[in-house]
């Protein structure tokens, strides 16, 4: 059974940074890609930032050049290190993990941005 639990959201004020991590368990991390999603109240989940299990990244236009995505297989973990944190980064992020066609989630952990 594949598990992805997420930790480390909260409210932080604008400008300010978090980091987000998410630990896999039930599958072999190292050969899937992952990443992060979110939803913001009222709009519909998108992806922010993703990984290929050859470390390949890509990122939103929203958060590019703020964020940070990073993997590490050795402990089945994909975190998000989120810099200059804006209000419209708000939202519950979500850990994502690909596998033969299937989606796997994350509960997923709020991100409240405000001063």
């Known amino acids: 059974q594949v598990q992805l639990v997420e930790s480390g959201g909260g409210l932080v004020q604008p400008g300010g940074s978090l980091r987000l991590s998410c630990a896999a368990s039930g599958i072999i991390f190292s050969m899937n890609p992952a990443g992060w999603y979110r939803q913001a109240p009222g709009k519909e989940r998108e992806l922010v930032a993703r990984?290929?299990?050859?470390?390949?990244?890509n990122y939103a236009d929203a958060v590019n050049g703020r964020f940070t995505i990073s993997r590490a297989n050795y402990k089945n973990t994909v975190d998000l290190q989120m810099n200059s944190l804006k209000p419209e980064d708000t939202a519950v992020y979500y850990c994502w993990l690909g596998s033969d066609g299937m989606d796997y989630w994350g509960k997923g952990t709020l991100v409240t941005v405000s001063s």
């Open positions: 990984v290929t299990s050859r470390y390949s990244t």
